[in-house]
Every structure is written in C-alpha cells, then in structure tokens.
C-alpha cells in the first residue's frame, strides 16, 4: 500500500512541478538573466539557498504528512497505524533519498567538469548548459520514476533492480574506470551525421544559421552529451532511492531537490572535484547497499530495513570517502615531484 497515490495526489505533483519551474525561471530570468561566471561565492550561497529549500520543504512535508495521515479513514482503520510515526518515517525516507541522490550527483560533475573542457565552453555560458540539461534531466527523471514506480510492483523485478544495483557497486570498485571520451560518443557521432556541427562559439546561442544553413553550436553538443550521461547515471540513481522508499512521490520530490542544487555544487566542487579519488568506492559501497536492502535486508527486517539505519550507514560511507581522499591526495601532494615542474597534486590527478 502506498501512501500517496496518483490517482489522489495527482495535484501535488502538479503543484510540486508548478513550484519548480517557477524557481527555474525566477532563477534564469532574474539571477541569471545576464551570462556571467559564477564564483565560488554566488556558488556557495546558492548551495546553501537550495539545500536550505530542501530542507524546509522535507520539514513542511513531514508536517503535511502527519495532518493528512489523521484525516485519511483508509489509513486510520488499518490495525496499529500510527499517523506520527508513518509521518516520520516518510519525512526521513525523503532526507535518505535526497543525500543519496545528492551523492550520486558527484559522477555528473566530474563528467560535466570533462566535458565543459572537451569543447571548451567558456565560463561565461556554463550556467546555462547546465540549466538547461537540468531541465531535461527533470523531464527524464519523471519518466524513469513513473516507469519505476510501476515496474517495482513486481516482487521479482525488485530482486533484478537490486541485483543491478550490486553488480554496478561492484564493478566501480572493481573495474578499471574507462576513460570519458566524448567524441566517440554514439549519440554524438550519430548526431553530427546529421546535423552539420561549428566549431565557434556563438555567444549563449545552441543553433545559429549561417549562410542560410542551421548549424549547430558547441554549447549544444555539451548540452547533449550531458543529457545522455545523466540518462545512464539515472539507471542508477532512481533504482537507488526506490530502495530507500516505495512512494513515488517521496523519490520524485528528493530526486528533484538533488537536481536543483546540483549547477551550484558543480561550481562550488569543479575546481576540487578531482580531488575526490577515493569516492567511487564510497559511491560503489551505497550502491551495493541499497541493492542488498531491496534483495534481502528489507525482507529480513520484516518487510523494511530501518531508514535511519540507512541514512546513517549512507551519511558514514559517503563522508569518509571524501574525507580519506581529501587526505590521501594531501599527503600524496606533499610527497610527490615531477620532473615537469608539477605539482604533486597535479601529477595525482594526472595518474588517476
């Protein structure tokens, strides 16, 4: 049984979506109506801006929640139901998919990081391929979700997601990473076949026309390869947080605020974000996790593993990650001389 239907609550999405894209547009139209490079200060304030909306929407959630729970007599006849306990609990599902979705995130920055520097797209119009691969990351999120959300009705089909899940943990710890070579890029290639590509940029423009023929913009090939990473992160992502809650809604809502803040987390961490050599293991560890919870922890703990459990085993392993590499590329600095002249964090980087 969920909490939250469709069927019911087709207006808080509705709404929820409503809410969105006002603050997309209040934040193109307004704060970012001019092309500009963002600092590491505009970035760190709007970090904390959208974190702190998170936030207080998981409050006001939480809140609305508790009330609708005694008002709803489906739930208020089911033996034992407590509206303030199932408050909480779907109050803290939402804080456990927002940090592991928040997470997760940091693959997309270090992907954006490598291809903002493949086609040199200037600091100045970073802003805007990242708005606008977040508006369509939203739209792909939603329809994973919906898909999800259906699929995972199926006992069986939960078992393959969580089986998934642990195999991808396994093999980012694992595996060799294969190096992010965007010109060989299917999608790429395949769209370069048909639409003819400049090579000059054309101020914030992703299409221009020259010589009465549409040509396409290096901005919009970023913008393109950025959509379909954050389409393959997203079988990822999404499976991960139906592992943490089975209310659409819940990973919808979470899955959303992640999105938000995450052009101002690339502009706060792109600069340091290389730096984060130990957090795929982090990373591969919640992915393994999660997979486990859905194929047999939540069964073992009789239908569902504790959340705070899993927020604080989540929270754990993602902070010593960054931590131990923050430290380890250190020391590692500190240690390290090339014959080039290099420093030894960037010869760290290099080898990585």
């Known amino acids: 049984m969920t909490y939250f239907p469709f069927a019911e609550y087709w207006w808080f999405y509705l709404g929820f979506v409503v809410f969105v894209l006002g603050l997309l547009a209040l934040d193109l139209g307004v704060f970012h109506r001019k092309a500009h490079a963002v600092s590491m200060r505009e970035a760190t304030v709007w970090s904390a801006v959208w974190i702190a909306l998170a936030l207080a929407f998981n409050f006001a959630f939480y809140l609305y929640a508790a009330w609708r729970f005694e008002q709803d007599p489906r739930l208020m006849?089911?033996?034992?139901?407590?509206?303030?306990?199932?408050?909480r609990q779907v109050g803290l599902e939402f804080l456990t998919g927002y940090i592991v979705e928040k997470s997760l995130?940091?693959?997309n920055i270090f992907v954006f990081v490598i291809v903002f520097r493949f086609f040199g797209i200037p600091a100045l119009y970073q802003h805007r391929v990242l708005f606008f691969g977040i508006m369509g990351a939203l739209l792909f999120r939603g329809m994973f979700i919906g898909l999800g959300s259906t699929l995972l009705e199926n006992y069986w089909l939960t078992l393959v997601f969580g089986a998934f899940l642990i195999l991808t943990g396994f093999k980012m710890m694992f595996a060799p990473e294969k190096k992010i070579e965007p010109e060989r890029n299917p999608v790429i290639r395949l769209f370069r076949r048909f639409v003819p590509v400049?090579?000059?940029?054309?101020?914030p423009r992703f299409f221009v026309r020259l010589n009465g023929v549409l040509y396409a913009a290096p901005l919009f090939l970023a913008l393109l390869f950025a959509e379909v990473s954050d389409i393959l992160f997203a079988a990822?992502?999404?499976p991960a947080v139906f592992a943490i809650t089975k209310e659409p809604l819940v990973v919808f809502t979470s899955n959303v605020f992640a999105l938000l803040g995450l052009r101002s987390l690339y502009f706060l961490l792109a600069g340091a974000v290389e730096r984060f050599v130990l957090l795929k293991y982090g990373l591969a560890v919640v992915l393994m996790f999660v997979g486990l919870k859905m194929v047999w922890l939540n069964e073992a703990f009789g239908g569902k593993f504790p959340t705070g459990f899993s927020l604080g085993i989540i929270g754990t392993v993602i902070g010593v990650s960054i931590a131990a590499s923050l430290v380890w590329t250190r020391k590692q600095a500190e240690v390290v001389l090339t014959k080039e002249g290099k420093s030894g964090y960037e010869m760290v980087v290099e080898n990585r």
Do not use: I, K, M, N
């Open 77 to 87: 006849q089911t033996a034992g139901f407590d509206p303030g306990a199932a408050a």
């Open 105 to 107: 995130s940091l693959d």
């Open 198 to 203: 400049t090579h000059e940029f054309h101020g």
């Open 236 to 238: 990822d992502s999404v």
